[in-house]
Structures are given as C-alpha cells and as structure tokens.
Nanobody
Framework: QLQACGGGVVQAGGSLRLACAASGRSFSSYAISWFRQDPGKERSFVAAFDWSSGLTYYAGSVEGRFFISKDNGKNTVYLQMNSLKPEDTAVYYC?????????????????WGQGTLVTVSS
C-alpha cells in the first residue's frame, strides 16, 4: 500500500527526489514519513508530513537540505533531497503512522514501503 521509488547514485552536492505512492486505502488521517537505514544500523527518522494538516518535521541532520511534500492528485509524498552528502547514503523507507506525536518512532508505524537505495559518492 506504500511504494517507494526514486533512489539512485548521485555525486556529493547533487539532488534526488524520492516518491512514496499510497494506495489501497485513505491515508488522510496518517502522517507519511521517511526513514533511512545504513547496513548494520537501526532505521533512523528523516522527515514527516501530516496528510491532513500539512505539518512537516525534519531530523536536524537534513533540515534545510531535504523537503517533504505531497501531491494530492497522485496520492504521493515526495522527499526532495538537495546538497546531498556521502553520509546521506542509505536505504530509504517510507512509512505511515496515525501517531503524529510519536512520528520519530518506527515502532508506531502501521505501514511500510519497500526500501529504495540512495548512494552519494564523494
């Protein structure tokens, strides 16, 4: 019900846009978020978008470089990633939660998309 895409290989300083397409049910009461995971590490929060209010929230490491938005017509949430750094390299996942208060906690997420790999070369 969530499908992530848009990953790829980019040089440091470049940009990529990830997409998370929602289907199969209404997500109007959900927040859609992006997490990322390095091999051998836990999944970490990147950014969140509350579908009904339009509120956004970012991890400190990406604030000012990454921007999350939605396209109502396509039922899709995007993550625009600018000024990419090698440390942004990871598998990126989108997820959906009804718990905006706990949006940073992956345990509060009901739905997950498959990962999409982002590789930033130096």
């Amino acid at each position: 019900q969530l499908q992530a895409c848009g990953g790829g290989v980019v040089q440091a300083g470049g940009s990529l846009r990830l997409a998370c397409a929602a289907s199969g049910r209404s997500f109007s009461s959900y927040a859609i978020s992006w997490f990322r995971q390095d091999p051998g590490k836990e999944r970490s929060f990147v950014a969140a978008f509350d579908w009904s209010s339009g509120l956004t929230y970012y991890a400190g490491s990406v604030e000012g470089r990454f921007f999350i938005s939605k396209d109502n017509g396509k039922n899709t949430v995007y993550l625009q990633m600018n000024s990419l750094k090698p440390e942004d390299t990871a598998v990126y996942y989108c997820g959906a939660t009804e718990r905006w208060r706990f949006v940073r906690l992956q345990s509060k997420y009901t739905y997950w998309g498959q990962g999409t790999l982002v590789t930033v070369s130096s």
